[in-house]
């Protein structure tokens, strides 16, 4: 089934210590998102790829990178986690900007 | 205040009843969505509305663009309903805003 998969579902990382999320989609959309939740609050757009445009929020923190080698894949580096970094981290696709986003199941950042 | 709005905050009901969760809004909208995120678990995307009235199973969502309003109804709960819902507006461009989501418990 199509759908947007995301790795691991659940990662651990040490504070200070680089880290890369993953997130794949076999739904040929032009456009992928990463979102960051922390508990009990809304989901908060960090940036977006149209195509192989990276579009980065005003607020997202220089901490979090992007990489989108190719449509199907798109990554989240942080590259020095912080406490403050914990949090489910959300990968979503749309065919483009106006359609539908899909989620997928998120990966729960630990920092030790 | 917020830019979306949702009511309740927290709903519990006993399984079957009728259950209507509102959304409110206060800017220009393209699109409103309606997610749901069970816990621990990612968001599935239940509706996307620019106008009228969906119908997904037990699911139905309405829109008035006119009063900026939303609701998403589930008739017949069930305790596998009991989730998060979470109402988003899309704005200009990508970004989706999100209202701070209702706690739904159905109880057997």
């Known amino acids: 089934d199509a759908m947007v998969i995301q790795n691991p579902r659940y990662q651990v990382t040490q504070f200070g210590k680089p880290v890369t999320l993953s997130c794949s989609q076999t739904?040929?959309?032009?456009?992928m998102y990463w979102y960051q939740q922390k508990s009990s609050q809304a989901p908060k757009l960090l940036f977006h790829?149209?195509?192989?445009?990276?579009?980065n929020e005003a607020d997202t923190p220089d901490n979090f990178q992007s990489r989108r080698p190719n449509t199907s894949f798109c990554f989240l580096d942080i590259r020095s986690p912080g406490l403050g970094d914990a949090a489910m981290y959300l990968c979503?696709?749309?065919?483009?900007?106006?359609?539908?986003?899909?989620f997928g199941p998120g990966t729960r950042l630990t920092v030790t | 205040k917020n830019e979306v709005e949702q009511s309740p905050q927290n709903l519990t009901a006993q399984e079957g009843e009728f259950i209507t969760i509102n959304c409110s809004y206060s800017v220009g909208i393209s699109a409103l969505h309606w997610l749901q995120q069970h816990p621990g678990g990612g968001i599935v995307s239940l509706f996307m509305l620019s106008s009228g009235k969906k119908k997904h199973g037990r699911l139905i969502a309405t829109i008035n663009i006119q009063e900026k309003h939303s609701s998403l109804h589930i008739t017949a709960s069930h305790p596998r309903d009991s989730a998060v819902y979470i109402c988003a507006v899309k704005t200009s461009g990508s970004r989706l805003t999100f209202g701070e989501g209702t706690q739904l418990t159905v109880n057997p």
């Open positions: 790829y149209y195509d192989k445009d990276f579009n």
């Open positions: 979503a696709t749309s065919r483009d900007i106006v359609y539908e986003q899909y």
């Open positions: 739904l040929n959309h032009n456009v």
